[in-house]
C-alpha cells in the first residue's frame, strides 16, 4: 500500500509475481507532502521508485485488431494486419519487419495498415509459422503470428535404388536416408545387397511416409541355396512375405488399396545369401507433409586414438545426416591411450551435461555441429600469443580454453590487432578452464599496463615486471581487473600448465 499524506493511492491487492510498472497520481501531493510504503504481504519488492512533478502521460500502445495469429493459404498472395495507435506522438510513425525469407513486400506507408506477401508453399511441405514485428516510438512492440498452410499433395511415382555396395538409396536421384542393418552383411554385388545366413532383421525403411500408395513392387533373387524371405509393409500394414525366390533378379508386385504410411522390408535369411536390389514405390494419391530436418555434422578429433560417434535410438548415425526437431541425438567420445576427455563443443544445440563422455542433446531448428576437446595425459602446456596463435578474446589451445566476460565494467574485453594484444578493462575477467587441474599461469603484461589491480578467484596471484603468475591446483582459473586505479590490462602471452 502507498499513501500520501495519510491518503491511500495504491493498494497492494494489485501486486503479481512479476515485475510490473505503475504510474501513481497524486493530484494534491505538494513538496511537503510524506509518501508512506507498506504492506500487508509477507514480503514484497520495490525494483525503481521514482517520485516527479507534473502530469503523467500514458505512453503510445499498438492495438492489433485483425486476426492474431493470422492464417493464410498454402498458395502466394498479398495479405494484411490491421491496428491502431493509442496516445499517439507527434512526427512518429510505425514500422514492421520480420526475419522470415517467405514473408516479403512488408508495407506500412499506409496508416493502420501492414500489408505483406507469402511465398507459395511446395508440395508435401509442413504446415509453417512465421512473425511480424510491429515498432511504434515508446510503445512495446506488437508481434503478429502468421500461420501458412501446409503444401497441397501431388500424384506422383517413387523409385528407390539400393546401391551395390552398402546400405543406401537415392530417391529421384538423390541421396536418401536408411535405417542401418541390424544383424547380417552390409557387402552385396551386382545382383545387390547380400543378405548373409543368420540375418534376422536386416531391413529398411522409407525416410518419407505417403498416402494413396497403390501398389509396392520388390526386386529380389538368391544365390543357389539361398533360403529365406522377405515381409513388405506400409505403415503397420503387411502388404505381402516373399517366400520363394529365382536366381535371377525377379519383381515381386504387391497391390494395395489407397494405404498410408511409410514403406519398408524386413529379410530373414537362414540358408546361404538372399539379395534384395529395387524397391518401387507407385503413390497415386499425395505426398504427406514432412516436417523439416536438419544435418548433424560430426567433426572427428586429430588426437591419437580418439574419436567421437552419435546415435539416435540406438542406431549409428552419419556426419551430415538430417533428423527433424525434436530428435534425442546421443554422443559419445573414446579418448585415446595418451588423452583425458575434455568436453563437447556444439554449435546449434546444447549437451545435457558438456563434461560427460557421453551425454544427449535435443535438435531444435539448426543444424548441429559436434566437437570434442581431448587433453594430453601427463601434463602439459598451453601458450596463448596473442597475434601468433590466438586473435580474439576467446578460444582452445591444447585442450585448455580461454573466455572473457565484460561483468559490470564499461568497456567489453577487446583484441587489439595494432599491438596484438587482449585488453581486459576496468571490471573485466579472463577465465582458463582445463579438463585437468592448472597449476600454473604465466602472464606477460605490456610494460605500462601490468594489472597489477588484480585478483584470482582461486589460487595465489602476484605480479611484478610486466609478468603476472598464478599458481594453485583448480581445472578453472577466473583473474579479473579489479579496477582499483582504472588501468587496463593489456595481455601480450598466457601460458598455462596443467596436471
Known amino acids: 500500500m502507498i499513501t500520501v499524506d495519510g491518503t491511500e493511492v495504491f493498494a497492494s491487492e494489485g501486486l503479481t509475481s512479476d515485475y510490473k510498472t505503475y504510474h501513481i497520481n497524486c493530484a494534491k501531493a505538494t513538496a511537503a507532502s510524506t509518501i ?6 509477507k514480503r514484497a519488492y520495490i525494483n525503481n521508485l521514482v517520485v516527479g512533478s507534473g502530469t503523467y502521460v500514458e505512453p503510445p500502445v499498438i492495438n492489433i485488431t485483425s486476426d492474431n495469429p493470422l492464417e493464410v493459404a498454402n498458395t502466394a498472395g498479398n495479405h494484411s494486419i490491421s491496428y ?3 496516445n499517439r ?11 522470415d525469407s517467405w514473408i516479403s513486400n512488408i508495407n506500412y506507408s499506409t496508416s493502420g495498415t501492414v500489408t505483406f506477401t507469402v511465398t507459395a508453399q511446395e508440395t508435401g511441405a509442413m504446415a509453417r509459422e512465421g512473425t ?35 546400405w543406401a538409396a537415392t530417391l529421384n536421384g538423390t541421396a536418401a536416408n536408411w535405417e542401418s542393418i541390424k544383424n547380417g552383411s552390409a557387402t552385396g554385388d551386382s545382383r545387390g545387397i547380400s543378405i548373409q545366413a543368420a540375418a534376422t532383421g536386416a531391413g529398411a525403411t522409407s525416410p518419407a511416409s505417403y498416402t494413396g ?12 541355396n539361398g533360403v529365406g524371405s522377405i515381409v513388405v509393409k506400409v505403415g503397420e500394414n503387411t502388404i505381402g512375405t516373399i517366400s520363394s525366390f529365382n536366381t535371377t533378379a525377379t519383381d515381386y ?28 514405390i507407385t503413390a497415386t494419391g499425395t505426398v504427406a507433409p514432412q516436417a523439416p530436418t536438419y544435418a548433424v555434422t560430426l567433426n572427428d578429433p586429430t588426437e591419437t586414438g580418439c574419436s567421437i560417434s552419435a546415435t539416435v535410438d540406438g542406431n549409428a548415425i552419419s556426419s551430415g545426416d538430417e533428423f527433424e526437431e525434436g530428435t534425442v541425438v546421443t554422443i559419445t567420445a573414446t579418448t585415446g591411450n595418451d588423452y583425458n576427455f575434455g568436453g563437447w563443443t556444439l554449435t ?31 601434463g602439459g ?41 587482449l585488453r581486459l578493462y576496468r571490471y573485466n575477467s579472463m577465465t582458463l578452464s582445463c579438463a585437468s587441474n592448472i597449476t600454473s599461469i604465466v602472464i606477460t603484461y605490456d610494460a605500462e599496463y601490468i594489472g597489477s589491480d588484480t585478483a584470482a578467484n582461486v589460487g595465489s596471484y602476484s605480479c611484478a615486471n610486466s609478468v603476472g603468475t598464478w599458481t594453485g591446483s583448480s581445472k578453472s582459473v577466473t583473474i579479473t581487473n579489479t579496477g582499483t586505479d582504472n588501468v587496463q590490462m593489456r595481455i601480450a602471452q598466457i601460458v598455462v600448465t596443467y596436471e
Open 36 to 41: 508512506t510504503i507498506g504492506t500487508s504481504l
Open 132 to 166: 511480424i514485428t510491429l515498432s511504434y516510438p515508446g510503445a512495446k512492440p506488437k508481434v503478429v503470428t502468421v500461420k501458412q498452410a501446409a503444401g497441397a499433395g501431388g500424384s506422383v511415382t517413387y523409385k528407390y535404388t539400393f546401391t551395390s555396395n552398402a
Open 213 to 224: 500408395i497403390s501398389n509396392v513392387t520388390i526386386n529380389a533373387s538368391k544365390s543357389k
Open 89 to 99: 506522438t507527434d512526427g512518429s510513425a510505425l514500422t514492421a519487419t520480420t526475419e
Open 348 to 378: 546449434g544445440a546444447s549437451a545435457v551435461n558438456a563434461s560427460l563422455a557421453s551425454t544427449t542433446f535435443t535438435i531444435g531448428k539448426s543444424a548441429v555441429t559436434v566437437g570434442a576437446t581431448f587433453t594430453p595425459k601427463g
Open 84 to 86: 491502431t495507435i493509442g
Open 381 to 421: 602446456t598451453a601458450t596463448f600469443t596473442f597475434g601468433t596463435n590466438i586473435s580474439a578474446t576467446s578460444g582452445t589451445i591444447n585442450g585448455v580454453s580461454l573466455s572473457t566476460a565484460k561483468n559490470n565494467g564499461s568497456n567489453a574485453p577487446a583484441y587489439n590487432s595494432n599491438s596484438s594484444q
Open 253 to 280: 508386385s504387391f497391390d494395395v488399396s489407397n494405404l498410408s504410411g511409410k514403406v519398408s522390408f524386413v529379410v530373414t535369411c537362414t540358408t546361404s545369401t538372399l539379395y534384395v536390389r529395387d524397391i518401387a
